[in-house]
């Protein structure tokens, strides 16, 4: 087959690899065994601070299975091996050496102190019970506020402050925007608010796993990664591997939410235990060690200051930001604040802005990308204080926004942080959700209820959104002092069968990747969609990428791969004149056939393909091979929004919230397969809803761990979730050919603030204006008959958090 007439981008295609993955019918790290292949399993440290006075591994060593035992002065007996960080956010940021096992004291519950090799996986554990460890604890700071106060006992003794790095933004110094303290001293009206990024669990399906193959003339990595070719590049540098002999696979990975975007300390131990003992070596982690020792996202204090005029201008937006680093800087945990600094001003017209932000250290697991990576927290605080700002000046909240936000004449908008959207039409979306949520009908109801005294109180939730996303543009990464570019690669094979092989630099981890490759490069080529098949995920065969993250994949990765297949369809050009005895300049190229201009002669990109297979009769000096690659870097990144409405009711006597209505109209511009479109905006919902009602970690007071499980670590099922009721508009992006924007975070980012908002406003008559999320009914109850909550107020112990999950029709359980 040479061609297919009907196009493939945005056609509902079932995904190609889910016969594989729903079956089981695949290969996942932990399902990889090797000839001789030994098991690795980490000690953990019980305590959040201490020092290590003492390791005795006698008892281990001699432990049945027991192949060998290492401590950090085994594998690093210089210290001379330190995690990478991929992101100084300042020239002065402080970078403490994280060890790829502790040497000398533990800075976080769960950071590992030594390692047993064995012949089973359940030897290997067994014998960590043999180990015996010493340890001298000290002081634990688990508080931000407290660690950079003076006085305050250190996480690392050597860096002389807890404070890791402050970094600003300020519009008046930037020439993007006037002044915020003038703007906010001279306001008619003045609303500050602090709000509470609670600490969450990224959660993937799959743990952590990783198989080392030391035995061949390269050393193969098998990892449960995101970012096979990052982690190449980041192994070779930390532990001086030649790069050209080192060979990273991400087989098919169960999820990763940011959480599996790390170079991660037991890939290196497992590298290089592998090398010591010349033979494979798995390591994988169990759930709780997931819990435990993997990286943790969010946790920010936001300080919010909104300064407005009495008819509902916005003037200035301040925003004061603490993070939660953990003990160590992560790959670029350092800079997911800075993601959201950009985004505070969200879709609104904010003529003065000022951010600030300080990462700090504490004894506890370090914090890195989670969903949204910086994008959630900033659009959180936004629209929950447009919300606060609507309340003290009598508005409607929609009509506010609408007030502030950019109007679609206005595109392209140069915002109040320097960033350029391209394209958006928020009062389409708007006006589609309002409709499909029956907004106007839901607010009469609301009145009703409230004024006669319902036990069950209605309130109506908003969140207006936009991001950026498809990370990033090489040289603004530049200008942020990030380590890497934003580029992906990708090439495309014509084979001789008139079949297509793409490889592709993004690595998939369930977003449907080959899918909707496919039907991009079957309407590139005009080829049909069976007949393309997608390679990833091996640095072997796909050696160039920058992998998969921030919502880059298609308008980045997909671009690439449209400039590839340009270079294809260019190649063949010249061939197919000559077969066809015509000019260049006479041929039109659609639907994998070129045509000579006003008659029916033709050849198709197949038959060319088998012409230059033969290479029998090709025009002099072109050489026989169609095969292309590409490199994109974007100029811009893509601006994805929407408008999500959320009707929640609350249960004035119990607390117990019910999600009634969930609406989202999302603009992702072109959607490629709006099935897969539909399934991201549906998980993404998931864990946005999960963050405002259910997740959160808790610690006591010695720094463990309380949330260790999913029996204390809340996460909603299916049936704990509303039916969603979603759809879209489409301003196509104009910085790619696709004119695609980003959606893999769209729905975390937007569904937070809509549903808190909800809450919030069922229960504001009782003089609630905040709850600290995860808003468990005891929390909401708490809040009726207390008054406002902030960040200080009930904890999840304290206030019965065992009460946050709810049913189908949002029942507690």
Known sequence: MTATLEPEVGKSRRRKEDERLITGRTRWT???TLPGMLHMAVLRSPFAHAKIVSIDTSAAKSAPGVVAVFTAKDLDPDSSIGMPCAWPITPDMKAPRRPVLAADQVNFAGEGVAVVVARSSAEAHDALEEIDVEYDELPVILDMEAAIADGAPLVHEDQGSNTSAVW???????????????????????VKRRFRQQRLVPAFMEPR??????????????????????????????????EHKLRVIAPDVGGGFGGKIGVLPEEMMSLLVAQKLGKPVKWNESRSETMLAAHHGRDQIQDITISATRDGQVTGLKVELLANLGAYNGLVGTGVPILGAFMFNAIYKIPAYHFA???????????????????????????????????????????????????????????VCGLTYDSGNYEAATAKAKQLFDYDGLRAEQEKRRASGDKVQLGIGISTFTEMCGLAPSRVLGSLDYGAGGWEHAAIRMLPTGKVEVITGASAHGQGHETAWSQIVADQLGVAFEDVEIIHGDTQSSHKGMDTYGSRSLVVGGIAIVKAAEKVVAKAKPIAAHLLECAEDDLEFANGKFTVKGTDSSTGIADIALAVFAAHNLPDGVEPSLDSDAT????????????????????????????????????????????????????GLAQGIAQALFEGTEHDESGTLTTGTFADYLLPSAADLPSFTTDRTETPSTTN?????????????????????????????????????????????????????????????????????????????
């Open 632 to 683: 994109f870097d974007p100029e811009n990144f893509s601006y994805p929004h929407g408008t999500h409405l959320c009707a929640a009711e609350v249960d004035t006597e119990t607390g117990r919230i019910k999600l009634r209505s969930y609406v989202c109209v999302d603009d992702v511009g072109v959607a490629v397969n709006p099935l897969i479109v539909e399934g991201q905006v549906h998980g």
């Open 209 to 242: 796993a990783c198989v080392v193959d030391p035995t061949g003339t390269q050393i193969t990595m098998w990892s449960a990664t995101q970012i096979p070719h990052i982690l190449r590049v980041m192994s070779a540098l930390t532990l001086g591997i030649p």
């Open 30 to 32: 932990d399902n990889i």
């Open 357 to 415: 932000c300080t990462n700090v250290y504490t004894t506890t697991t370090l914090t890195d990308a989670y969903r949204g990576a910086g994008r959630p927290e900033a659009t959180f605080a936004i629209e929950r204080i447009m919300d606060e700002l609507a309340v003290e000046l009598g508005m409607d909240p929609l009509e506010l926004r609408e007030k502030n936000w950019i109007k679609h004449e206005e595109f392209p908008f140069t915002t």
């Open 737 to 813: 050919p696709l004119g695609a924007k980003g959606v893999g975070e769209a729905g975390t980012i937007a569904s937070t603030p809509a549903v808190v908002n909800a809450v919030i406003d069922a229960v504001r008559h009782f003089g609630v204006n905040d709850i600290e999320m995860p808003l468990t009914p005891m929390r909401v109850w708490h809040a009726m008959r207390h008054g406002t909550t902030d960040a200080g107020g009930p904890g999840r112990d304290e206030a019965g958090g065992g009460l946050g999950s709810i049913d189908a029709s949002g029942g507690a359980q």
């Open 168 to 190: 600003k933004f300020d519009s008046a110094e930037a020439g993007t925007g006037g002044n915020v303290e003038e703007a906010i001293g001279s306001a008619e009206v003045v």
